[in-house]
């Protein structure tokens, strides 16, 4: 609704098909600075680390059945001869997803004398999580003259969580069993979240020079609780009969508090026609504390005795200034972008733990000096034309909850400890762009690439006894080993005769990780490779409103090798093959259809294959001049084949999931897109 230069919008939506909330065309109906999807829309920042506690972040990833509930309310207005203007909007919402999953994952070792192990994990889990979310947020302009502009932001979050899980799972050596486990995990946690930002900048005289300031802040709570059961049996590998049982029923808290404030100052100067020099300089304030504690029962569901080793308290500050200086050449068709930013990290930890009910404490200081260099060269060789070249060079710290020597054992199979000593680990990223398009021909070339690899990086120490299949994980340095990752591709096509378009994707993309790993002795270092290497051909044509039909299909191929175990992979074939078309009939009348066939062969890691072959369909009828009113009777997964699939590696296994996940269900639609503005004239979809 309008009125003047006010405008008020309201939705709602209801749904249990994956839709979430409202889709990028309606929300820019709305008005809405942001998409109004259930989720944060912003930055989550808990410096102390990640809670594990909150295990559901809230959105739905294609895994489970939702049910999404969503509204919210905007407003606008421009005044002061449009000098000022605000946008406010209020958003509420819950989701709940309940589901199924099965993993298969493969650790394979070779012991002292070359003989192979193979450890296997299966996992059956039912879940529950629900989250309920409230988010309010509003922006402020002010164009205070020709040259100058101010921007104020601020938005607020409350989210309630509620996260059940139900766990059996088995771990077998060589074909015998080593132990089963039956846990369930509960956690409620409440978050509040604000963050306020202002932007000022100012254009002088001068052409291209310019001064900005930008502050931010902003305040992060969570409150959580939970419970954890686990019954653990191990049993004798060489008789399968139980050695002993371990149950852990646990009740644990998580306070976690953290407070940021970050300030920037950029100036641009023109040095010439074609150069120019942009400086900033920064500085940031983060605070946070994180209180974790584990209880155990001293009487029937009484939690209150105090597990020092699973517990701590700790406080957090950090300090860092950073400043940058970036150059900028623009000559002709060619720009070039180059400089770096050097920051001066200070962090200082403040540690509380309480030891046979004695609080002990201790100070763990930081100090780190961040180098971040960048070069982006761009070359714009015609209208429809150009090329990319960039580069960027981070240094990343470790975590705290890499850092914090506190064991987490939300999987009590799966112990994971920090280590105080990491160093930090520095990233190079290279990354290539092409593309060229001829108008008269359609034709289209694009191809890219992209490398980047890691020195001193931060890898992952499993510590596995094989005779009860326990782990614990640990962190560090890798000095000499460079893990690494590339991709590439060539998207290319034209137009041939009568319309018809041909073109072929080729695309390859691969890891190198690392990482120690030690079965009953010393640890080894581990270096495990994965690359996809895929094709695909496609045939479209489009007349409009008579009939459309775009088809493609390819080949894949995917390869996993450990470097511990060379006698083990992970290579596959597979095809994958997906199309859609629709044809105008008379009566206003439009049929479309569309599929997507995928089949992964079966591996020397995994012994069965998976196809699925997932067909939509729908028919419209749509109504008056404008067509502004539609039926839509819609199927989708016709053949009922939907099926949750994914495989993955990294440097410690090989995994295999299958879940639950929408399938076939029909939908009937009535859509009426109406518009009183521009006298009566019916809105387009």
Same mark, same amino acid.
């Given at each position: 609704?309008?009125?003047?230069?006010?405008?008020?919008?309201?939705?709602?939506?209801?749904?249990?098909?994956?839709?979430?909330?409202?889709?990028?065309?309606?929300?820019?109906?709305?008005?809405?600075?942001?998409?109004?999807?259930?989720?944060?829309?912003?930055?989550?920042?808990?410096?102390?680390?990640?809670?594990?506690?909150?295990?559901?972040?809230?959105?739905?990833?294609?895994?489970?059945?939702?049910?999404?509930? @969503?509204?919210?309310?905007?407003?606008?207005?421009?005044?002061?001869?449009?000098?000022?203007?605000?946008?406010?909007?209020?958003?509420?919402?819950?989701?709940?997803?309940?589901?199924?999953?099965?993993?298969?994952?493969?650790?394979?070792?070779?012991?002292?004398?070359?003989?192979? $192990?193979?450890?296997?994990?299966?996992?059956?889990?039912?879940?529950?999580?629900?989250?309920?979310?409230?988010?309010?947020?509003?922006?402020?302009?002010?164009?205070? #003259?020709?040259?100058?502009?101010?921007?104020?932001?601020? #938005?607020?979050?409350?989210?309630?969580?509620? *996260?059940?899980?139900?766990?059996?799972?088995?771990?077998?050596?060589?074909?015998?069993?080593?132990?089963?486990?039956?846990?369930?995990?509960?956690?409620?946690?409440?978050?509040?979240?604000?963050?306020?930002?202002?932007?000022?900048?100012?254009?002088?005289?001068?052409?291209?020079?310019?001064?900005?300031?930008?502050?931010?802040?902003?305040?992060?709570?969570?409150?959580?609780?939970?419970?954890?059961?686990?019954?653990?049996?191990?049993?004798?590998?060489?008789?399968?009969? *139980?050695?002993?049982?371990?149950?852990?029923?646990?009740?644990?808290?998580?306070?976690?508090?953290?407070?940021?404030?970050?300030?920037?100052?950029?100036?641009?100067?023109?040095?010439?026609?074609?150069?120019?020099?942009?400086?900033?300089?920064?500085?940031? $304030?983060?605070?946070?504390?994180?209180?974790?504690?584990?209880?155990?029962?001293?009487?029937?569901?009484?939690?209150?005795?105090?597990?020092? +080793?699973?517990?701590?308290?700790?406080?957090?500050?950090?300090?860092? &200034?950073?400043?940058?200086?970036?150059?900028?050449?623009?000559?002709?068709?060619? *720009?070039?972008?180059?400089?770096?930013?050097?920051?001066?990290?200070?962090?200082?930890?403040?540690?509380?733990?309480?030891?046979?009910?004695?609080?002990?404490?201790?100070?763990?200081?930081?100090?780190?000096?961040?180098?971040?260099?960048?070069?982006?060269?761009?070359?714009?060789?015609?209208?429809?034309?150009?090329?990319?070249?960039?580069?960027?060079?981070?240094?990343?710290?470790?975590?705290?909850?890499?850092?914090?020597?506190?064991?987490?054992?939300?999987?009590?199979?799966?112990?994971?400890?920090?280590?105080?000593?990491?160093?930090?680990?520095? &990233?190079?990223?290279?990354?290539?762009?092409?593309?060229?398009?001829?108008?008269?021909?359609?034709?289209?070339?694009?191809?890219?690439?992209?490398?980047?690899? @890691?020195?001193?990086?931060?890898?992952?120490?499993? &510590?596995?006894?094989?005779?009860?299949?326990?782990?614990?994980?640990?962190?560090?340095?890798?000095?000499?080993?460079?893990?690494?990752?590339?991709?590439?591709?060539?998207?290319?096509?034209?137009?041939?005769?009568?319309?018809?378009?041909?073109?072929? #994707?080729?695309?390859?993309?691969?890891?190198?990780?690392?990482?120690?790993?030690?079965?009953?002795?010393?640890?080894?270092?581990?270096?495990?490779?994965?690359?996809?290497?895929?094709?695909?051909?496609?045939?479209?044509?489009?007349?409009?409103?008579?009939?459309?039909?775009?088809?493609?299909?390819?080949?894949?191929? &995917? *390869?996993?090798?450990?470097?511990?175990?060379?006698?083990?992979?992970?290579?596959?074939?597979?095809?994958?093959?997906?199309?859609?078309?629709?044809?105008?009939?008379?009566?206003?009348?439009?049929?479309?259809?569309?599929?997507?066939?995928?089949?992964?062969?079966?591996?020397?890691?995994?012994?069965?294959?998976?196809?699925?072959?997932?067909?939509?369909?729908?028919?419209?009828? +749509?109504?008056?001049?404008?067509?502004?009113?539609?039926?839509?009777?819609?199927?989708?997964?016709?053949?009922?084949?939907?099926?949750?699939?994914?495989?993955?590696?990294?440097?410690?296994?090989?995994?295999?999931?299958?879940?639950?996940?929408?399938?076939?269900?029909?939908?009937?639609?009535?859509?009426?897109?109406?518009?009183?503005?521009?006298?009566?004239?019916?809105?387009?979809?």
């Amino acid at each position: 609704m309008f009125k003047g230069k006010k405008k008020f919008s309201a939705y709602g939506t209801l749904s249990n098909t994956g839709k979430t909330g409202l889709g990028w065309e309606d929300n820019n109906k709305l008005g809405t600075q942001e998409g109004m999807s259930f989720g944060d829309n912003g930055e989550i920042f808990i410096t102390s680390g990640g809670d594990d506690l909150d295990s559901f972040d809230g959105r739905y990833n294609g895994q489970g059945i939702p049910i999404a509930r @969503t509204g919210g309310v905007h407003y606008d207005s421009k005044w002061n001869s449009d000098k000022e203007s605000i946008n406010a909007n209020y958003k509420i919402g819950s989701l709940t997803v309940d589901g199924t999953r099965s993993s298969l994952s493969r650790n394979t070792f070779t012991d002292q004398n070359g003989n192979p $192990i193979i450890i296997d994990n299966q996992d059956d889990q039912t879940s529950h999580n629900y989250m309920f979310r409230q988010k309010a947020d509003a922006l402020y302009q002010l164009k205070i #003259d020709s040259t100058s502009n101010l921007k104020l932001t601020i #938005d607020g979050t409350l989210k309630n969580s509620d *996260t059940r899980s139900t766990d059996l799972s088995s771990s077998y050596k060589n074909g015998n069993i080593v132990n089963n486990q039956d846990k369930k995990l509960n956690n409620q946690l409440d978050g509040k979240i604000f963050n306020a930002t202002a932007f000022y900048n100012k254009k002088f005289k001068k052409t291209g020079r310019t001064f900005s300031v930008n502050l931010s802040g902003g305040i992060n709570q969570s409150n959580a609780q939970g419970n954890l059961y686990s019954n653990i049996n191990y049993y004798n590998e060489n008789t399968s009969t *139980t050695d002993s049982v371990k149950l852990i029923d646990q009740r644990r808290t998580n306070d976690l508090k953290s407070s940021k404030f970050l300030t920037n100052v950029t100036y641009t100067e023109p040095l010439s026609k074609a150069l120019s020099l942009v400086l900033n300089y920064g500085i940031s $304030i983060n605070n946070s504390d994180a209180d974790r504690k584990s209880f155990s029962q001293s009487a029937p569901q009484d939690y209150n005795v105090l597990i020092d +080793s699973l517990s701590s308290d700790y406080k957090f500050n950090q300090l860092s &200034n950073q400043i940058g200086a970036m150059f900028n050449l623009i000559k002709g068709k060619h *720009t070039l972008n180059f400089g770096a930013r050097v920051a001066d990290v200070r962090f200082k930890q403040v540690a509380t733990l309480t030891m046979g009910g004695s609080p002990i404490d201790s100070v763990f200081k930081r100090k780190f000096t961040n180098w971040n260099p960048q070069l982006t060269y761009m070359w714009k060789f015609s209208a429809q034309g150009s090329f990319r070249f960039n580069y960027s060079g981070t240094q990343t710290q470790p975590t705290i909850d890499q850092l914090q020597p506190v064991r987490i054992n939300t999987e009590p199979l799966n112990i994971v400890l920090g280590n105080p000593n990491l160093d930090p680990s520095f &990233n190079h990223r290279f990354n290539l762009n092409y593309f060229s398009y001829k108008v008269l021909s359609d034709q289209y070339i694009s191809a890219y690439g992209g490398f980047n690899f @890691t020195t001193n990086p931060i890898v992952n120490f499993i &510590n596995t006894t094989s005779a009860t299949n326990k782990s614990v994980t640990t962190y560090e340095n890798l000095p000499g080993k460079t893990p690494l990752n590339f991709y590439s591709g060539i998207y290319m096509g034209r137009k041939v005769f009568a319309g018809i378009s041909i073109g072929a #994707d080729l695309s390859a993309n691969g890891n190198i990780y690392y990482g120690y790993k030690a079965l009953d002795g010393p640890k080894q270092l581990n270096r495990t490779t994965a690359n996809t290497y895929s094709a695909r051909f496609r045939l479209n044509k489009y007349v409009q409103k008579k009939f459309y039909f775009d088809i493609g299909a390819g080949p894949t191929y &995917n *390869t996993g090798q450990s470097s511990l175990s060379p006698q083990f992979n992970n290579n596959g074939y597979g095809f994958g093959a997906n199309g859609r078309a629709s044809v105008n009939l008379p009566g206003k009348i439009v049929l479309a259809t569309d599929g997507d066939y995928t089949y992964q062969a079966a591996t020397q890691s995994f012994g069965k294959e998976f196809r699925q072959f997932i067909w939509n369909a729908n028919i419209t009828k +749509s109504f008056f001049k404008g067509e502004n009113l539609k039926l839509v009777l819609s199927g989708n997964d016709l053949l009922n084949q939907n099926q949750g699939f994914s495989r993955t590696s990294d440097n410690a296994s090989y995994s295999e999931t299958r879940y639950t996940t929408i399938k076939r269900y029909f939908l009937f639609s009535v859509i009426w897109d109406f518009n009183k503005m521009g006298g009566g004239a019916p809105a387009k979809k």
